[in-house]
């Protein structure tokens, strides 16, 4: 959330900038503009007040483009702190991702949705299950208790590849049901990385008993498709696979994967549906995301 204006000599600053804002030299505006997106989020309040207080459709048209870039260049601050954190939550970057799309979204509201479908599952959860029967009550929990799924039809609408919309309307982007189903597996400290097989999203079980360096080089228990409702199969099946669509067997397509490369996959996917849907903007801003992730 973002922190409130305290000082008088900042809002006195700011108010005099706002008293620019019309400023018709191309090159003064752009200084005025750059030191409002200076401030940060802690400015948007004060930007709504004066769209609300203008009938000028180029105020108005400044003020919203400086709401837009100051919300962005928080998400990509955001995604330069997930980046750089130690265990890279693929939740925590799909709620990221999420204000994208809906930058009014309620962090507590989606995080409480999210605690309750994990501790739905953690309950049940017992060291005396093995390691496919642990699976199976994570299907069990997620597909028919919670009815979640990835969205089939063709015709995707952008507003399904986002988690707070997920949580609500229970179907989603299947690339990003995929990250979610191995996001929630993490947080329950099961020991699954995603395999990065070409035109799949695979999971890998590794053994438990090894440290986190030690999983990502073993050869994994067994794989998950969460896209066909977690069936769990092995690596003879993916051969057959890759045999059966004339596809090298590289070692790449059996070894676990860390999250930053879900992460790129995910906006990768995301640029393609804006692409197709002609929003050239979200489409730049997300190639810039990506950027941000494989600097």
């Not at 030299?25 to 750059?34: C, G, K």
């Not at 952008?158 to 049901?177: A, C, G, R, T």
């Amino acid at each position: 959330m973002a922190k409130k204006i305290q000082d008088n000599e900042t809002k006195q600053t700011l108010k005099a900038l706002l008293s620019l804002i019309d400023e018709p030299a191309p090159s003064v505006y752009q200084q005025i503009f750059d030191s409002i997106l200076s401030m940060g989020a802690a400015v948007i309040p004060f930007l709504r007040t004066e769209i609300d207080n203008t009938f000028s459709p180029l105020l108005r048209c400044r003020l919203e483009e400086l709401i837009q870039k100051i919300r962005f260049e928080g998400i990509c601050n955001a995604i330069q702190r997930w980046k750089a954190s130690e265990n890279h939550d693929l939740i925590q970057f799909m709620k990221i991702l999420a204000r994208f799309h809906n930058p009014e979204m309620n962090h507590a509201i989606v995080e409480n949705k999210l605690l309750a479908i994990k501790k739905d599952i953690w309950l049940e959860l017992s060291q005396n299950l093995t390691s496919l029967e642990s699976i199976r009550l994570v299907n069990h929990i997620l597909f028919n208790i919670r009815k979640l799924k990835p969205e089939t039809t063709n015709n995707i609408k952008p507003e399904n590849f986002y988690l707070d919309q997920f949580l609500v309307s229970k179907q989603i982007y299947p690339m990003v049901f995929g990250a979610f189903y191995l996001g929630i597996c993490q947080r329950l400290t099961l020991p699954v990385f995603f395999v990065n097989l070409p035109d799949n999203f695979l999971i890998a079980y590794t053994n438990l008993s090894l440290t986190v360096s030690e999983q990502h080089t073993a050869d994994p228990l067994f794989y998950i498709n969460p896209l066909m409702e977690g069936v769990a199969f092995n690596k003879a099946q993916i051969e057959h696979f890759l045999a059966q669509n004339d596809i090298e067997a590289k070692p790449q397509y059996f070894a676990p994967c860390n999250n930053l490369h879900v992460a790129i996959k995910l906006l990768q996917e995301a640029v393609r549906l804006y692409q197709s849907k002609g929003e050239l903007m979200k489409t730049e801003n997300i190639e810039a995301m990506i950027e941000i992730l494989k600097s």
